[in-house]
């Protein structure tokens, strides 16, 4: 898939319809009347800021990358404008592309990136590393003040397979490789990543490594930063190559230290992923539990047990209804969905299916492998048609330990039904248990009101409240979105002041002069 | 266990007694005549240092923990005095401490821990943390210049079960608790941490964490960093608690910081760890294969297919006809051990043999669980009668991924065989793979010779040889002993100069004295 389109998700040439069914619900159940739509405004309205890089960094960077490789087109600037959370959309929609970045810089190699993060911390420009741009919490934005200019480092050219190694079942791809690119380059040698997040379509490796992305199959595939064995990483003050085994007690684990870290330790530039040879067998199947509690007892045997299989996913009651309402996979209760991906998952399936009847699920008919794959990367195209429809759609995720699952997702729940409903926008909040650990899963909500004649505001106001209430609830800030600068105010609270204090600590001996994605992850840099 | 020898490993009321198989092996075969004996000095005659600790230091670190816990006892100094290396012994039974601590100091609780690094950090004392004194890398042996003073900061007071989430299958245990004492901790809640290294009678939780351990049942329980789920850390500059969730996206994971960090960036003072059910049914069931690489193929492929079971372990042709020569299994080609613990590991037994008959195993007769769980925990105490015996015995052990397993092993082999024989000193070098992973494993070479002249330079030669062959042959430096002392050069072999610094610049902000356990992993603090 080329390109994304600037006001939205997918494909610019596609367009997203509401399905009627939703629409309904949207007018009856929350009050989004047809006359609420909200469309975006035209392209050539969006209104940028002047580009504010020096000509002579411009020219230093052309030295690097060529001249074509340095982008200050209108339309360039906008599609690496942010990313694409509910309220960046909600923005750019309205034609706020104030944080716009001064240039799009497109790196060809490892040492291009080396080179322009020695310019740019030489003239002290800062730069946002973008994969696919598909960040939902704020990692792409980073703060402007105090510096020359800011240049996002698309790094999408970087797109090749650099290594296979068949007999370990290690694949080296450099950071800009796209989802269905890597399974693609991998199909040619027989194997699969098998890391299927909801933003599979468009983000990159190096995306995925940064954030701590976690796939549809992280039951079976694991989650990224547990398929990543080597890691290159560029810095302004030179490389860092790590993993020489797949584990090793020499130290502290560094390759830990750059998963998860934004863009402001340095680039991570190439991946050395474990990968396993293409499932030739399949499985997806549907059960219903009578309640959120005997679902969840049933995951947490599963996966204690050693049991879980590829895909597991229970639904709440309110997620289960808003499917089968909506045309998705009819069932009453609380809908599971266990999906099982190759030979090895499905020599375990008499295993799992006796523990989940134990537990309390009834099965339901046939096989819904093909609604499901059909469905899963669904979400983001029909927020785009929700935000034009004058809805607000927005998730939320987290996790804990299995003791404390149920008491924070009546929180969080909580907590989103009452600030939105003391907004005047009553929401429908939705939730899933998916990504199940032996010691506990994560939470993930949907949530879905009328927008309010602020939306950001409104969103910020629901969100602030979700985190307060993971945060006093045990839960961690995030499971897979990462950090980004939606979440930096609670940093703290998950590692404590000292822990922020080593992050600091490393970013100031690898990227002295902080140019690297300020203000996301780390919220005060001189702190 | 209360209590390990000065001189060695184990109950210092036992003695252990050469087999007299291997008596005559090692006179055949390496030519250590009866004659060789080595009997350590009398207790009596170890030369220890002046005790250098100021009395106003000793005083304060009395006002934190008691005097009755602040000792400067010769016999508790020797005791303290290093870990357990064959050089480390070889030395302590030549009558060298001559870097004991100057004074071994017992804190109750995580506050006093922070106390002591408080006294310790503006009085410039050096600190050692010390669970079980087990190290087999120098990483209890500082560098004392600059120094006021070194304390052994032994934690085996803190020996208590601190919760139990039974749901989540979550333990937090004290640093200090030792491994049987965390089984028996365990049991009287029905779990079991099921780590066994061969360390495991006297190693520590905390001892655990700061140095990457793995157990001989890896394959099934995990390492030990895939066990930990959240720490508490005492520094010089207050306290770090990590760990609100199975995992999390937010940031990097500063658990895998000081996992490692063998008490470099802070004291280990809790550890909350992933239990199991204590398994009610167990198997344990020897094979053989006609060549190490075709048992290296059976390894790999149950690793890939998800079907390692509990232990999984294989020796080289040396190694199994040395343990039938001395009266362990008795098996030819090369031997490999498959346990199973619990329902789930047995359930998958019948696949785990599929695999092993395909790749060319055939099955020894019998349980062989017996005699392997007799022997298991033998070898630290094998070691001391060959010492006394006038041999030299030590490990090597380093992993890689699977396509360079052979030549990582046939170079260290030769590395090994080579330099001891330049030496006059032809060795006996016996190898097995263990900790086996989908992209890898780790090689754990044993050997044995007679002592020269000088054994302490004599293993240093054939340590810095094998160091080599690894580095160059792209194996990791160590795969679960840690770095301590003997690795610390290798490190930036590892990690890289940038990596280094990163670590450094970590220590730097939480340590800024530089007290903490100075020398072990980072060779040079000052660079």
Redesign the interface.
Known sequence: MDGMRWDGWGDPAATVELPATLAQLLEHALGVSPAAARPPVAPEAVRLPEPSLPAAVRDQLAAVVGGGQVSTAAADRVRHTRGKSTTDLLRIRAGEADDAPDAVVRPADHDQVLAVLRVCAARRVAVVPFGGGTSVVGGLAPDRAGFAGTVALDLSGMDSLVAV?P????VTLAAGVTGPAAEHLLAGHGFTLGHYPQSFEYATIGGFAA????GLYSSGYG?F?DLV?ALRVA?P??????G???????????????????GT?GVITEVTV?V?PVPTERACTGWQFDSFPAGMTAL?TLA????APSLLRLSDEYETAGAAATGGIAASGCLAVVGYEG??AL?RRP?VEAVVREAGGSPLDGDIGKPWRQSRFRAPYLRDALLAAGALAETVE???????LLPLYEAVRGALLDELAGLGTPPMVLCHVS?V??????LYFTVVCAQAADPVGQWRRAKQAASTAIVAT??????????GRD?AGQ?AA??????L??????K???DPAGILNPGV?LADPGA
Chains 1, 2 share one sequence.
Do not use: C, K, N
């Not at 954030?211 to 976690?214: A, D, G, H, K, Q």
């Not at 003050?237 to 790590?242: A, P, R």
């Not at 020489?244 to 934004?262: I, K, N």
């Not at 045990?474 to 950090?483: D, F, K, L, P, R």
């Open positions: 190694d007999v370990s079942q290690l954030t701590r992305s976690s989650r930063d064995v810095t003050e030179g490389t860092v190559q790590l020489r085994a797949p584990r090793s007690a020499a130290g502290p684990d560094l390759r830990q230290l750059f998963l998860g870290s934004e330790l474990r396993r947490r204690q047990e050693g049991l030979r090895g020599r295993d987290t996790a804990a330990f299995w003791s404390g990504h650990y032996p010691t506990g899963a994560s045990g839960g961690t800030i995030t499971h897979h979105h990462a950090v979440h940093l998950e590692i404590g002041p000292l822990g204090a080593a992050i600091r600590a490393v100031q001996r690898l992850l």
